[in-house]
């Protein structure tokens, strides 16, 4: 049972443009949501989190929305750059004494020059 | 500020051995987790320690086990191993202290090959 879900496997952007990245999940007891973004052969590197009781969270060019009622979250960035390329993975925390993460399958994005 | 250090970086070992891994989070940090990443499974929680103690465990078999020093440095350890335990190993830190941290900030892996 995939708690959190990324349906696009890829998403290929123009430099410059906005880069939009989706993420669901199922369960309602998750309280905090995390995006990463991850190299082949490494470990992914932390780009931005949300609490389930805000609904935008905003660093530099990475803007997080969070949807509770659609359980539904996305990862904005703008301006997108070649070296976004990666492959992103949102991931979900369970409330409680945890820092237990869920992944989602992770978003191959490519921006082209 | 260091980061998380794994090591080793890459191991070869043969069906039916044992390996150990290890994890030094960053400094301050007391709880330390660890995932498996393989291709077919994507990231996949195996346990996490916080203060020399298992908090949480995920959905694998006995064979994978893990400990924390009170240095909070970590290790996992597979028993007879399987060609299926191919994967790269992450492990998180987070502060963790009373109440869970907002953040989860890997290592570089341990990319593990079963033969």
């Known amino acids: 049972d995939q708690q959190v879900k990324q349906n696009s496997p890829s998403l290929s952007v123009q430099e410059g443009r906005i880069s939009i990245l989706n993420c669901d999940y199922t369960n309602s007891m998750f309280d905090y949501f995390l995006w990463y973004k991850k190299y082949p052969a490494e470990g992914p590197t932390f780009l931005i989190s949300?609490?389930?009781?805000?609904d935008k969270n905003e660093d530099g060019r990475f803007t997080v929305f969070l949807n509770k009622s659609a359980k539904h979250l996305s990862l904005h960035i703008v301006p997108s750059q070649p070296g976004d390329s990666a492959v992103y993975f949102c991931?979900?925390?369970?409330?409680?004494?945890?820092?237990?993460?869920?992944f989602g399958t992770g978003t191959l994005l490519a921006v082209q020059p | 500020k260091a980061g998380v250090t794994q090591t080793p970086r890459y191991l070869i070992k043969t069906r039916g051995q044992q390996v150990t891994l290890s994890c030094s989070p960053i400094?301050?940090?007391?709880?330390v987790s660890w995932y498996q990443q393989t291709p077919g499974q994507g990231l996949q929680f195996l346990f996490e320690y916080f203060s020399e103690t298992q908090r949480n465990k995920g959905n694998f078999p006995g064979r994978f086990s893990g400990r924390q020093f009170s240095n909070s440095r970590s290790e996992m350890n597979v028993s007879t191993l399987e060609l299926g335990d191919s994967a790269l190993y992450l492990c998180a830190s987070s502060k963790g202290r009373d109440r869970v941290s907002t953040e989860a900030f890997f290592g570089q892996g341990t990319r593990l090959t079963v033969v």
């Open positions: 991931a979900a925390r369970y409330g409680g004494a945890t820092n237990k993460l869920i």
């Open positions: 400094s301050g940090h007391r709880s």
């Open positions: 949300i609490s389930s009781i805000k």
